[in-house]
C-alpha cells in the first residue's frame, strides 16, 4: 500500500523560507513522475513542480519559478520542496502526488496522479 506523508509546513513571513518533505512508504517506481501541488481557499488545486524520477527532469510554475526547487532523495525515497522567497501569494495546503495513471497524461494536472498526501499547511504572512 502506498503512504505519502508530507511535513514541513508552517508559518512565515514574506521573504522567509520552508522545506517541505514527502516520505513515500510502498512506492519505489524508478521511471515516474512526483510532484508538488497547492490548494489555496476558493481555488483549484494547480501545480507547484514536477520532477521525473527516471532522469530529474523539473518543472516549473511560472508563479514559483526561480523561488522554489523540486527534489528526491531515492535512497531515503522522499521527495523535497525547498521554498524560499515566500509571498503571501503562496499561502496554501501544499500536497505531494506520485504515479501518473497513464504515462501519457500531464504530470502537471491533480487529475494524472494515482496517489496523494494528507498536505501541509504554509502560510506566509506580509
Known amino acids: 500500500q502506498v503512504q505519502l506523508v508530507e511535513s514541513g509546513g508552517g508559518s512565515v513571513q514574506a521573504g522567509g523560507s520552508l522545506r517541505l518533505s514527502c516520505a513515500a512508504s510502498g512506492y519505489t517506481h524508478s521511471s515516474d513522475y512526483m510532484a508538488w501541488f497547492r490548494q489555496a481557499p476558493g481555488k483549484e488545486r494547480e501545480g507547484v513542480a514536477t520532477?521525473?524520477?527516471?532522469?530529474?527532469?523539473?518543472w516549473y510554475a511560472d508563479s514559483v519559478k526561480g523561488r522554489f526547487t523540486i527534489s528526491r532523495d531515492s535512497a531515503k525515497n522522499t521527495l523535497y520542496l525547498q521554498m524560499d522567497s515566500l509571498k503571501p501569494d503562496d499561502t496554501a495546503m501544499y500536497y505531494c502526488?506520485?504515479?501518473?495513471?497513464?504515462?501519457?497524461?500531464?504530470?502537471?494536472?491533480?487529475?494524472?496522479?494515482?496517489?496523494w498526501g494528507q498536505g501541509t499547511q504554509v502560510t506566509v504572512s506580509s
Open positions: 520532477i521525473y524520477t527516471g532522469g530529474g527532469s523539473t
Open positions: 502526488a506520485a504515479d501518473l495513471e497513464y504515462s501519457s497524461y500531464d504530470p502537471r494536472y491533480a487529475g494524472s496522479y494515482n496517489y
